[in-house]
Each structure stands twice: as structure tokens, then as C-alpha cells.
């Protein structure tokens, strides 16, 4: 019997097969549920006890010497058809498509915003989401306790309550002003932050774009002139107005609102029936914000502007409402697949 299985052993080793149906007669001869293998093993019972062991272990070596030449010669034969039969088919067949993804639709309005400014000569600069006191407040004119602070609903950091999560991305300025030399010409796109409820129309977490614009000379007529360019090529729209209002770090300070027209009745209901529509505030920066970045306020000026990229996606593609952009769902994602 154990000579029977030797010569089975030597048989295996020599074996060898070009197709994978020769591997699969061999494979069911040996190792098939009514196969050599099963067969000895079900006559191991019968084996007189002191012959077991060693029984055993031959059976053991027979029965992974076929194993290992079924997997070695598959992998040989497959090798060599790949080669020279292609037995995975036409490799110049098409192939299933891949899906692609798509950009999120945040990312589309910051990247035209950012090509639109980079074409007159704006750098793009960023800075942290963890902010100090200073760069979100108090260099922007706003000392503690002054009443602005509570238009911007505050994260704070509550072991120190000098670091925040920045409330606009304002505070770029400040750090671009107090590292560079104007001219400056930079915007600053990024996240922000306000503790505020969540609803159709606020989100405590959004996005934002930053503009700043220092040099010698730079007036108000600079910057309506800037806008106007920007709503012409971001919107195609040709008429914007500049309303009196207040922000803390610009002097004069305006909302710009664009004239969006009331020619459908989603045009009616967006602008409430005015035809016009808010995009950002702006101003002239005032002459303590350059100060308090080191720059010499009798020698410079400039312009600041602050927008919400949320706003602004949900003016382009009639997005109704802002908590879609967070919730990530595949529907609603891959309908900005065409948008590059
Ligand atoms: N930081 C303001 C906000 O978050 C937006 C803003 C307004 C930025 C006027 C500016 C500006 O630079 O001049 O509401």
C-alpha cells in the first residue's frame, strides 16, 4: 500500500500539462471528491495502528505535492496564453467604463471665482482655519467688546479663549498684509465657521472668498470697476450696485448687489421681486487695519471684498437649499459631472 502511494507521489511530480483541462482531469483525479486522495483516506481506518503514522504522513506529502502542482502549472499555463493565445480575449476591446466622480460643486464656483481673479493679476493666499483673537478681530477693528464682534456668532476654543475657528476669511488679510509688501493683489478662499442653527439657508460651516487689493492711489472706482468685471464674467451680468452699509474693517463700506432681472418667476422669487440680488460686502480698508498690519496708511490704500461661495453655487444652479452640499449624496454630486 505505502509503495502504491510512493509511486502515486512520483507520478504527481513528474506530471506536467500545457491546458488548463489537462490541469482540471488531474486535479479531479487526485483531489476530487471521489478522487485518489479521498479514497486512500477513507482506507486510512483500515490501516494496522502501527502503520499509521507513517500511513499518514505519506498520504499528507501526496496530497500537497498535487496541490502545489495544480496551482504552479495554472499559473504557467496562464502565463504563456496570455502571450500567445490572449485567453483573456481581445485585450483591444473596450473595456467596461469606468465611473468617474465629479467635482463637488463648492469646488467648481472657487475654482471660476480664482480663474476669474487670476486673470487681472490676483495671487491666491490662504491661512489657518484655527484662528487668534487678532487676526479674526481685533486687527480687523474690532477690540474686545466692540458690538461688531456679535454679527459673527463665535466658535471658541474653550481652554483658550484667544483661539476660535475664524468667522470670515477676512482674517487672510491680515496675515497676507503683515508678510507682504503692496502692491498686493491676493484672494483668500476657505472655510469658516459660525455657531449658528442650521437651516434651508445658514449652515455653521461654510465657505467663503476674501479679496484684497493695496497699492498706491487705489479708489473706490477701483473696486466698483474690479466687480463689475467679476459679475460680468462670473455671472454675465452687466449692472451691479454698491448700497451703503458697515463693516467694521472697511471705510466706506458697500453690499454689492448685481441686477439678476426679472424675467422667469425664479428670477421673481430669488430677488423678491426687486430684480436685485446681494453677492458680498466690500470697502475701502481702513486706515487702522493697515496700520495695525504694518503697513503705512498715508502712503497706501486699497480694497477689501468678502463673499459666500455657498451663496453664490446656489444662485448658479438653483440649489434650493445649503445643507445639500453636506450631506454628500451621490444624486445630487453627480449632477456637476459635466462641470469641469
Ligand atoms: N467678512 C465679511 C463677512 O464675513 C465679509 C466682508 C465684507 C469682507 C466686507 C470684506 C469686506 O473684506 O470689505 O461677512
Not at 493695496?214 to 472706482?221: E, H, N
Given at each position: 500500500m505505502l509503495d502504491k502511494i510512493k509511486e502515486l507521489i512520483g507520478e504527481v511530480n513528474t506530471f506536467s500539462a500545457t491546458s488548463l483541462d489537462e490541469i482540471e482531469t488531474f486535479r479531479i483525479k487526485f483531489l476530487g471528491s471521489k478522487g485518489i486522495l479521498k479514497e486512500?483516506?477513507?482506507e486510512f481506518k483500515n490501516v494496522p495502528n502501527d502503520q499509521k503514522k507513517e500511513f499518514g504522513q505519506t498520504i499528507n506529502t501526496l496530497k500537497q505535492a498535487a496541490e502545489e502542482k495544480v496551482t504552479t502549472l495554472k499559473e504557467e499555463v496562464l502565463e504563456n496564453s496570455v502571450e500567445e493565445k490572449g485567453v483573456y480575449g481581445d485585450l483591444s476591446r473596450p473595456s467596461e467604463p469606468i465611473e468617474l466622480g465629479s467635482r463637488h460643486p463648492i469646488s467648481i464656483v472657487k475654482n471660476q471665482i480664482i480663474e476669474v481673479f487670476n486673470r487681472i493679476g490676483f495671487t491666491v493666499s490662504e491661512g489657518p482655519e484655527i484662528e487668534d483673537d487678532w487676526h479674526n478681530f481685533t486687527a480687523l477693528n474690532l477690540p474686545e467688546y466692540h458690538p461688531a464682534r456679535d454679527m459673527q456668532d463665535t466658535f471658541f476654543i474653550e481652554k483658550n479663549p484667544d483661539t476660535l475657528l475664524r468667522t470670515h476669511t477676512s482674517s487672510v488679510q491680515v496675515r497676507y498684509m503683515e508678510n507682504n509688501e503692496p502692491p498686493i493683489r491676493t484672494?483668500?478662499?476657505?472655510?469658516?465657521?459660525?455657531?449658528?442653527?442650521?437651516?434651508a439657508r445658514a449652515h455653521c460651516i461654510?465657505?467663503?472668498v476674501e479679496?484684497?487689493?493695496?497699492?498706491?492711489?487705489?479708489?473706490?472706482?477701483?473696486l466698483k470697476q474690479t466687480l463689475l468685471y467679476f459679475t460680468k464674467e462670473m455671472f454675465g451680468k452687466s449692472k451691479i450696485r454698491l448700497r451703503p452699509s458697515y463693516f467694521p474693517f472697511t471705510e466706506p463700506s458697500a453690499e454689492v448687489d448685481i441686477y439678476w432681472g426679472l424675467e422667469t418667476e425664479t428670477d421673481y422669487r430669488i430677488t423678491k421681486g426687486t430684480g436685485w440680488l446681494e453677492i458680498m460686502g466690500c470697502g475701502m480698508v481702513d486706515p487702522n487695519v493697515l496700520k495695525n498690519a504694518n503697513i503705512d496708511p498715508t502712503k497706501y490704500s486699497g480694497y477689501a471684498f468678502g463673499m459666500g461661495i455657498e451663496r453664490i453655487a446656489m444662485l448658479l444652479y438653483q440649489i434650493p437649499d445649503i445643507r445639500m452640499f453636506y450631506e454628500n449624496d451621490v444624486r445630487f454630486l453627480e449632477q456637476f459631472k459635466s462641470v469641469l
Open positions: 486512500l483516506f477513507a484672494i483668500s478662499p476657505g472655510r469658516v465657521f459660525r455657531n449658528e442653527d442650521i437651516s461654510f465657505h467663503q479679496g484684497l487689493y493695496i497699492d498706491t492711489d487705489v479708489s473706490f472706482a477701483d
